[in-house]
């Protein structure tokens, strides 16, 4: 799939939850509000996988979870970018004793952004998204 | 030959023409919703980075899709759109097509880009869009009936007040219903401007009357299944329905031009017409759209329904009322 400059200025975000205590995604929804103001630099959070450029996951993957995640992965269009939002999802955190853990998200699809902290503020999530678009440039330029 | 050929031409300097104002309402709509949340909001060019975006990734056809169906709806969407401009006069030039369509035509030709993401939603497969499809018809059957009627006393009053053709496009040019009208009909017509500017965001699927897209419930509803280069021509479609939604009701309601003010003639007229034209869509949208939107939560279908048939329906009847008796004063009947 081709990138192009326009995908950079224009990241739709589709929010998933892998098991998350959601302290991850109210942190998300508080990096949407008008005080960081995402929409500047064109991302919008929409309803649909298929809409989505950027797959938001939060929380460690659990075994109810896993082909879910398999799932909207695969129901994404092309170009696409995986970031992890929390250390749950980098290692699973405080939940990876759990028996129930089908693994830290990269285990399941590959990642691209991995933003740590239990929970990460707004600012760090903003940096992911920066470097999400860092990566995607160099992707285009081919290095 | 010439004419096929001028009208072919037309057609496409509109189609540009009608996806830039469109794009760029929608921009200018993104940015006033931000301010009006004490943001920044997005670039204006926004609209237009995003439609190229989706021109650029991939288009997936989901497995349970009906593919040619599917592909083809947000085609049938966009050349209705577009059609519909070529039967609208812009300012004081007058229509590509002539006097070959009505207002009649129009509202019939308005309803096909709605149709075609009804039919696009039940092709793709999705529960999600098959709900969202059967909503967007019954939002269809609810503001029916205020814009039919809408429109249809407008063409009653000037029948009355003996104007020919009164459903033309022509005739509409050159007079206005505010000319013909008394004290009581221009009452009658305010209620009517009410009733348009509520028409519209629910013609044009805007919150709150956006129920079949519902993105917190429906998870985008019609369009979940669209990605891709098939997204991006729905975005257009919406862009230039926008444009021709908002032309239709200027056309009706607000007919002035400004060449007359100062006392234009031939291709100087025209342009300034056709500027003073788009400003008057831009601010039209900005009230019926952009603050209605930010101002609101969405409806239920119910209330879409009920809203639609019973306030803005009684607010129509109360219309046909004042234009009946302001007829009868004014001694047209
Ligand atoms: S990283 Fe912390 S805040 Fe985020 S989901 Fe895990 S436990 Fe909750």
């Known amino acids: 799939m081709k990138l192009t400059p326009s995908l950079n200025r224009s990241l739709w975000v589709f929010h998933f939850n892998a098991g998350s205590c959601n302290g991850c995604d109210i942190e998300i929804v508080a990096t949407l509000t008008p005080r960081y103001d995402p929409e500047r630099f064109g991302v919008k959070l929409v309803g649909s996988p298929r ?18 995640l398999r799932r909207v992965y695969a129901q994404m269009a092309g170009p696409k970018v995986v970031m992890v939002v929390g250390t749950c999802g980098q290692s699973g955190g405080v939940f990876s004793t759990s028996y129930n853990l089908a693994g830290p998200i990269d285990q399941i699809i590959p990642v691209d952004v991995y933003v740590p902290g239990c929970a990460p503020r707004p600012e760090a999530i903003i940096n992911g998204v920066v470097t999400a678009i860092a990566k995607l440039e160099r992707l285009e330029g081919g290095k | 030959m010439n004419i096929i050929l001028s009208a072919v031409g037309g057609t496409v300097v509109l189609a540009i023409l009608a996806i830039f104002v469109g794009l760029f309402l929608a921009g200018i709509d993104r940015r006033i919703v931000a301010h009006m949340q004490a943001r920044m909001g997005p670039p204006l060019s926004q609209p ?59 509202l019939y030709l308005l309803i096909v880009p709605s149709l075609a993401l009804v039919i696009g939603g039940f092709a793709s497969g999705s ?20 814009l039919a009627v809408s429109v249809i006393i407008i063409a009653w009053r000037l ?12 005739t ?12 009581l009909g221009i009452v009658g017509l305010l209620i009517l401007l009410i009733l348009f500017a509520w028409i519209t965001p629910g013609e044009l699927s805007k919150v709150p009357f956006d129920t079949p897209e519902a993105e917190t419930e429906l998870a985008g509803g019609i369009l979940v299944e669209y990605s891709g280069r098939n997204l991006g021509v729905f975005s257009l479609a919406q862009a230039v329905k926008t444009v021709a939604m908002i032309a239709f009701g200027v056309i009706i309601l607000l007919p002035w031009n ?40 969405r409806f239920r279908i119910t209330q879409v329904v009920k809203v639609y048939w019973f306030i803005f329906g009684g607010l129509g009847i109360a219309a046909i009322i004042l234009l009946m008796l302001d007829a009868f004063l004014m001694g047209g009947l």
């Not at chain 1, 809409?51 to 082909?67: C, F, K, S």
């Open chain 2, 159 to 170: 029948m009355v007040a003996n104007v020919a053709n009164p459903f033309s496009f022509t």
């Open chain 2, 172 to 183: 509409l040019m050159e007079t206005s219903v505010w000319d013909v009208v008394g004290p």
């Open chain 2, 48 to 106: 237009f980075t995003d439609v190229k975006k989706l021109f650029a990734k991939q288009s997936i056809v989901p497995a349970n899709a009906i593919p040619w169906l599917f592909n083809l709806m947000p085609v049938v969407a966009l050349a209705s759109s577009i059609a519909v401009l070529l039967y609208l006069p812009f300012g004081s030039l007058a229509p590509i097509l002539g006097d070959a369509g009505d207002m009649i035509l129009v």
């Open chain 2, 127 to 146: 529960p999600y869009a098959t709900v969202g499809a059967q909503r967007e018809m019954v939002s269809m059957i609810a503001y029916e009936l205020p």
């Open chain 2, 258 to 297: 400004l060449s007359p003010v100062f006392g234009l003639t031939g291709a100087g007229a025209a342009a300034v017409d056709l500027v003073f034209f788009f400003v008057k869509v831009v601010i039209v949208s900005i009230f019926s759209v952009t603050v209605v939107r930010t101002m609101m939560a």
């Open chain 1, 51 to 68: 809409h989505a450029d950027v797959l938001l996951v939060t929380g460690p993957v659990t075994n109810q979870m896993a082909d879910r």
